[in-house]
C-alpha cells in the first residue's frame, strides 16, 4: 500500500543525495519519477537539485501559489509512479495535504525529505503537518562535532557565533549552517563560542 513518507534530518546528514539514489533505483526499475523541490530553494539554480557529495538532477520547482494536484493531474498523463519532494519543509501546509491526496487517490508513494527544524528549533509549517499526516516518518542520522548526534541546525554569524533571531528562511549550506546537538548548541549560545564551520 502506498504512503506519504516524510525522512528528516538536520543538516549534512545527506537528504538530498538519498532522495536522488531513491529516484535512480526507481528509474532503474523503469518507473516514472516526478521529482520536486520548492521555489524556495535556489542555492543550486532554479531547476536543479543538487546534493553536497555532486549528485544532481533536473528537478520541478513548485511555487507557494501552486496547487499540486492540478500539477499531477498534467504530469500522470505522462507516466509518473512515485513522488520524490527535497526540501519539503518549505511547502505550504496545504501543498502537503495535497501530496497526502495523491496518495489516498490513486496509491503513488509520495516520499518527502527535508528538515524538521528551523535554527530557533522550531518546526517548518511544511514539516510540521507532515509529522501531522505522514503515514511513515524516518529520522536520516547526522552527527554533531562532539561524536553526538545532531539534531539543530545552527546558523552562524560572519563572526563564528550562533544566531539566535531573524528570519525563518535564510538559505545557505556549509557557509552559514552547521548540524549540532542540542547540549553543543545550548553551551555555544550560553559562553558565546566560536564555533567552526566545514565549509571544505
Known amino acids: 500500500m502506498a504512503k506519504l513518507y516524510f525522512k528528516y534530518g538536520a543538516m549534512g546528514s ?4 538519498q532522495a536522488l539514489i531513491t529516484k535512480y533505483n526507481y528509474e532503474e526499475n523503469g518507473l516514472q519519477v516526478w521529482l520536486m523541490k520548492p521555489s524556495a530553494d ?3 539554480g532554479a531547476e536543479i537539485l543538487r546534493s553536497r557529495i555532486g549528485l544532481e538532477a533536473k528537478v520541478e520547482v513548485i511555487s507557494p501559489e501552486q496547487d499540486i494536484l492540478q500539477a499531477y493531474e498534467r504530469k500522470k498523463a505522462s507516466g509518473c509512479d512515485v513522488i520524490i519532494a527535497d ?5 505550504t501546509e496545504a501543498q502537503i495535504d495535497q501530496l497526502h491526496e495523491i496518495v489516498n487517490m490513486d496509491g503513488i508513494p509520495v516520499i518527502c525529505f527535508g ?3 528551523d535554527f530557533q528549533t522550531r518546526l517548518f509549517p511544511g514539516s ?21 548526534k545532531a539534531t539543530v541546525n545552527a546558523r552562524i554569524d560572519k563572526d563564528g ?6 528570519e525563518q ?8 549552517y552547521i548540524a549540532m546537538c542540542h547540549r553543543c548548541y545550548i ?8 564555533i567552526a564551520l566545514h565549509t571544505k
Open 14 to 17: 545527506s537528504k538530498t543525495a
Open 42 to 44: 535556489v542555492r543550486d
Open 87 to 91: 526540501e519539503c519543509q518549505f511547502f
Open 115 to 117: 528538515l524538521r527544524t
Open 128 to 148: 510540521r503537518r507532515l509529522m501531522e499526516i505522514a503515514d511513515n516518518i524516518q529520522e536520516i542520522k547526522t552527527i554533531c562535532d562532539c561524536g553526538a
Open 161 to 166: 557565533h550562533i544566531i539566535t533571531q531573524g
Open 169 to 176: 528562511v535564510v538559505l545557505g549550506g556549509n557557509d552559514s
Open 187 to 194: 553551551r555555544g549560545i550560553r559562553e558565546n563560542r566560536v
